[in-house]
């Protein structure tokens, strides 16, 4: 908030810090919540910390500073006033002059509230990561939905953000599935929904595989002829691949994800094992072969003790592994972006391989094994009315939970606003069961399980995205019925009442917020935050009258309804979820 006053003091700061010889930099404002004003406050210990004059202890050295840079900052407009006190400059905001600038600035930033233009070298998130010629299922989705949130939330506090996704398009599902297709189905073409036909195959596939020695004995064949490189093998893969590809981008598209850098394994295994024989010259790798794999013994290695292990990096038999191809993928992605940092969104299952892999990387002496990070996830439980898997034992995939979530939203909405006609009416359900299904798998620690069901996530009045959506549309609706264009700017001068000031706090959190959920990786800060803001809006709703008062009460609540319905719409949006205007 307010960044241009906080330059300002910064600048009157680093002249302070000049002419004693201080480091300049080291002084940050922090928001005072309000309790009668809202202010800002400066602890001046690190300042006091890096004096090389050591005359006094810190605390009252900070003190000193403290009353030296209140007569400094004295003339500074729009303070009520100012106090040194306890090693902190506090100064605090006339009321009204601080709601104001609030809102204003709101309005005026628009979508661009809550977030920070983009500098600095970018960071590559992956996620999603699906493997091809299988579909996209509910098992797949807290991964899209944490990783694309994330993403959205790193690129508001000003990360430029590489959107990476890593294909498992290689290994016996798919040679299973191809043989499949050529034994019983060939010349076939997938219809509208591509992803179901393709998953349907790849359940009869592994059906046969497990029931039918014959299949299995024609799998391990085919799976000779695809290491043998047989072309035409190489052909039906391509166009196979595609097929699951397109799959998995409508559901990408249904979801309102999109990705900057597709990554295949299938890339990355023949660099991987270069790579293995480089390990073994260097000694890092011992080579237990013919009998055994190659392995880096990484607890031997660093003298740890169950805590690193062994990470088999290929089998005795020469062919790849999963860790063999990580190898390579992480420094392909180093080489072809200069990356601040690269994050890997996977569930908490793989912590110990990703552990692993780092070390790895930073044995290998890559001096950006430190910027690698994996950003782990728990699973997502569904209880009771949630189905796990259909009829014949597959599991539910994305689309057919997205297509129920969206039937379920259309009940509600029409029960709740019958008069819509059918084409909103399907918009707004449509919004409403993509926040339903995303919030819930946002709104919790990344590392605790969510526990996933219909009655929660579309419950108005809880906890949910629709519960916040509907915040917006009680904004909106206030808009509308407004016979005059909304002011976009107001004075405020009436008595603010507890409602309103909390909903005004609220509002203005919005970039702190944003700033500690990058930092964090933590959706969940906005998911939080976003209830909140909603909770106030409320409030103050059911409290405060807008178009029945009168005069600058009247104005000032109208920018005060928009500014709350902004903020609504970006914390939303950072989750991915959309803002019906009715409901
Ligand atoms: N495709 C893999 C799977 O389905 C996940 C890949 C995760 N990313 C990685 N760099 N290991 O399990």
């Not at 993928?329 to 793989?350: G, H, N, P």
């Amino acid at each position: 908030m307010f960044d241009d006053v906080k330059e300002q003091l910064a600048l009157i700061i680093d002249r302070f810090c000049q002419t004693r010889g201080l480091p300049t930099g080291k002084v940050e404002f922090r928001n005072i919540p309000f309790s009668g004003e809202w202010g800002l406050a400066a602890p001046l210990f690190p300042l006091a910390a890096a004096d090389p004059d050591k005359s006094l202890p810190v605390p009252k050295k900070a003190q000193e500073f403290a009353e030296i840079l209140k007569n400094q900052v004295a003339d500074l407009p729009g303070f009520s006033h100012i106090e040194a006190v306890k090693g902190y400059l506090n100064l605090y905001f006339e009321p009204h002059q601080y709601a104001e600038r609030v809102v204003s600035m709101v309005l005026e930033q628009g979508k661009a509230f809550g977030s920070q233009a983009q500098q600095g070298k970018p960071v590559m998130v992956e996620y999603s990561n699906p493997n091809t010629h299988k579909p996209l299922h509910v098992g797949h989705l807290r991964n899209v939905i944490l990783g694309g949130s994330v993403c959205n939330i790193l690129e508001a506090s000003g990360k430029k953000v590489i959107r990476a996704n890593y294909i498992g398009d290689i290994g016996l599902h798919v040679i299973k599935w191809m043989c499949n297709y050529e034994m019983y189905h060939s010349g076939e073409q997938p219809g509208v929904d591509t992803m179901r036909w393709m998953a349907d195959l790849y359940a009869e596939a592994d059906k046969r595989f497990v029931s039918e020695p014959a299949f299995e004995a024609a799998v391990r064949d085919y799976f000779g002829r695809w290491d043998a490189g047989e072309q035409h093998l190489k052909d039906l893969w391509k166009q196979t691949r595609d097929w699951s590809m397109e799959g998995f981008e409508q559901v990408y598209t249904l979801l309102g994800e999109h990705f900057d850098r597709i990554y295949f394994e299938s890339e990355v295994e023949e660099p991987g094992k270069a790579l293995v024989d480089q390990l073994i010259q260097s000694g890092l790798a011992e080579d237990g072969r013919p009998e055994n794999p190659v392995i880096i013994d990484l607890d031997k290695k660093l003298g740890t003790k169950e805590e690193y292990r062994v990470v088999v990096i290929l089998r005795s038999d020469g062919t790849s592994l999963y860790a063999t191809k990580e190898i390579p993928l992480a420094i392909m992605k180093f080489t072809e972006y200069d990356l601040d940092q690269s994050i890997y969104v996977i569930d908490v299952r793989q912590s110990l391989h990703m552990k692993q892999i780092i070390k790895v990387m930073e044995l290998m002496g890559y001096p950006w094994a430190g910027r690698m990070r994996h950003l782990a996830y728990e699973i997502v439980n569904l209880p009771g009315n949630v189905t796990m898997s259909s009829r014949d034992g597959t599991v539910v995939l994305l689309d057919d939970l997205i297509r129920e979530a969206t039937q379920r939203a259309l009940e509600v909405v029409r029960e709740k606003n019958p008069a819509l006609d059918a084409e909103t009416m399907q918009d707004v359900a449509e919004k409403v069961a993509l926040g339903a299904i995303k919030y819930p798998m946002i709104s919790r620690e990344n590392t605790k399980v969510v526990t996933f069901d219909w009655d929660t996530a579309l419950d108005f009045n809880g906890q949910s995205a629709p519960y916040i959506q509907y915040a917006v549309v009680r904004a909106n609706s206030i808009l509308r019925r407004l016979n005059e264009p909304a002011p976009s700017k107001a004075t405020f001068s009436h008595e603010l009442t507890p409602a309103e000031v909390n909903l005004i706090e609220k509002i203005s959190q919005l970039p702190e917020v944003v700033q500690k959920a990058a930092v964090e990786f933590k959706p969940l800060l906005v998911a939080t935050y976003a209830f909140e803001l909603a909770q106030a809006f409320n409030d103050f709703y059911t409290q405060c009258p807008v178009l029945s008062a009168e005069g600058s009460t009247r104005l000032s609540r109208l920018v005060l309804v928009q500014a709350a319905k902004i903020a609504l719409e970006n914390g939303l949006s950072l989750l991915g979820i959309q803002s019906p205007q009715v409901m």
